[in-house]
C-alpha cells in the first residue's frame, strides 16, 4: 500500500497519486479520502471507474434519465450475474444501448467524477493493490474498457471548474439547497432547454448533488444549468436552516463567525466544511484535523 | 484504437480532407473521443461549438416547428467545420464534429459521407 499526502492543486494529492499509478501500471483501487471522497478503480494505470457521492453513475444516468428502463437493466443484471459476464457486454448485447454510447457515458461519467473530487478537496489518497473484485459482474458497476487517461480526466475537470468560475455569480455548490424563484415563470409557459425539469424539483430542499441524481445528469451539467438559471432569475441557493437548540445556531451579538470557540470551522447541515482562508491558517497552529480542511491552491477558481 | 467508438471516428478520419473528428457531448462541451490533429486549444472550441448547437436549438423555437437540429455547417477561408447532431439521450445529446481543409473538401459531399458513417459512431 502507498499513499499520497495534502498537495496544491485543484485535486490535491490526487494528481500525483494518478501520474504515479500510470507510471507504475497500477491495477487495483485508489482510496480518496476528503469531501466527497471516492474509490478510482485503476487497470494497468487507466482508469476504469470512479465512485463518488457527489457525481451519479453511468448507470444512475442510464436508468434516471429513461434511457434505459429499469425492467431491461434488472433482466441484464440477472443475466451478467449468472453468467458471471460484465453488465455493460449484457446491455449492449441485448441492444439496450449501443457499445459506442455505452462507452461516451462511461467517459462523461468518469470525467465528472473527476470534477467532483475537484470541486470539493482531496486530503490524501492510498492504494489497495490487486484486481478489483468481481464476484459480482457490477464490481465496479460499468468498467470502462479500454481505460482512461488520467491527464485526459484532469485537464478537462479544470477546464470545467474555468467554464464555471466565468459567471458572474459563484456557482452553486453540490450540496448546496436550490430553490425556483416564485412567480418567475407565468402558469403554462414552458422554458424548454431542461429548465422546467430542474424548476419542478428545485423544491428549497434538494441540492445540486440531489438534482444531479434525480434528473440523471452530470453534477457539472446541473452546476452548469443552474449557473444559467441563476442569472436568468429562475433559482436561489437556500441558506441552510438550523434546528433550535442544535448548537449551530449564531450567538447571540454573534459576528455571524464560521467557526467555533475551538477554532474549527463550525457544521452547517447539509453543507460541506468549508476549508479555512489562508489569513486564518496564519494566526494560529492548526490541530491534526485541520489537515482534513486544508484550503486548496489560490491560483485555481474556487467553488 | 481498441474501441468501437474509435474505429467509428477513425473511419470519419479517412475522409478526403479530414483533419481532426470528435464527439463532442453536447451538455458538458467535453471531447469525449477524437482522432486526428488536435492542439491544445481543442477541448476549448469543441466546448464553443456544443454552446453553439445548444444555441442554435435554442433558435428553433418552441415545439421546434421544422424540426430538430440536425448539421451544423461553418465555413473559414481555409477550412470547413461540419458539426453532426447524433442521439438525443441522455442529456441532449452528442456532436460529431469534423474538420476539413475546405480546399480537399466539398461540403454537401463531406454532409453527405459523414451522414452516412456517423450512425455507426454510437452503435
Known sequence: ?303 | MGSSLQEALHRVLAMEGVRTVALIDIASGMVVRSAGEQDASFPAAAASVADEARAARGALGPGRPAGGLDEMVAVTQSRLHLAKILRDQPGEGFLLFVDMDRARANAALASLHVGQLASAVLA
Open chain 1, 1 to 303: 500500500m502507498r499513499s499520497w499526502g495534502p498537495a496544491d492543486g485543484p485535486v490535491g494529492p490526487l494528481a500525483a497519486a494518478l501520474a504515479d499509478c500510470a507510471v507504475a501500471g497500477f491495477t487495483g483501487a485508489l482510496a480518496v479520502i476528503g469531501a466527497p471522497g471516492g474509490t478510482v478503480y485503476l487497470t494497468d494505470g487507466g482508469i476504469t471507474a470512479i465512485e463518488t457521492p457527489w457525481s451519479p453513475s453511468a448507470e444512475v444516468i442510464l436508468l434516471h434519465s429513461g434511457r434505459v428502463l429499469e425492467s431491461d437493466w434488472e433482466t441484464a443484471f440477472a443475466a451478467a450475474t449468472v453468467a458471471r459476464g460484465h453488465m455493460g457486454a449484457e446491455l449492449v448485447g441485448r441492444g439496450l444501448v449501443g457499445a459506442g454510447e455505452l462507452e461516451a457515458l462511461l467517459r462523461i461519467a468518469l470525467a465528472d467524477a473527476m470534477f467532483a473530487f475537484a470541486a470539493g478537496f482531496v486530503d490524501h489518497c492510498r492504494t489497495e493493490a490487486g484486481p478489483p473484485e468481481h464476484a459480482l459482474p457490477l464490481e465496479p458497476a460499468l468498467p470502462l474498457e479500454p481505460a482512461a487517461e488520467a491527464d485526459l480526466l484532469l485537464s478537462e475537470a479544470l477546464r470545467r471548474i474555468q467554464a464555471l468560475a466565468a459567471f458572474p455569480e459563484p456557482p452553486l455548490r453540490p450540496r448546496e439547497r436550490v430553490a425556483a424563484v416564485r412567480g418567475a415563470v407565468r402558469p403554462g409557459v414552458i422554458l424548454g432547454g431542461g429548465r422546467d425539469e430542474v424548476l419542478a424539483l428545485a423544491d428549497g430542499r434538494r441540492t445540486t448533488r440531489d438534482l444531479a441524481f434525480a434528473l440523471g445528469r452530470g453534477l457539472y451539467v446541473t452546476m452548469l444549468q443552474l449557473a444559467r438559471m441563476r442569472a436568468e432569475g429562475l433559482i436561489v441557493p437556500v441558506a441552510p436552516v438550523m434546528p433550535p437548540g442544535s448548537g449551530d445556531e449564531e450567538p447571540a451579538g454573534g459576528t455571524g463567525a464560521s467557526e467555533t470557540t475551538a477554532g474549527l470551522p463550525r457544521r452547517q447541515k447539509d453543507r460541506p466544511l468549508e476549508p479555512p482562508r489562508p489569513a486564518n491558517l496564519a494566526s494560529r497552529s492548526l490541530p491534526v484535523a485541520l489537515r482534513l480542511l486544508r484550503p486548496r491552491s489560490e491560483d485555481t477558481p474556487r467553488l
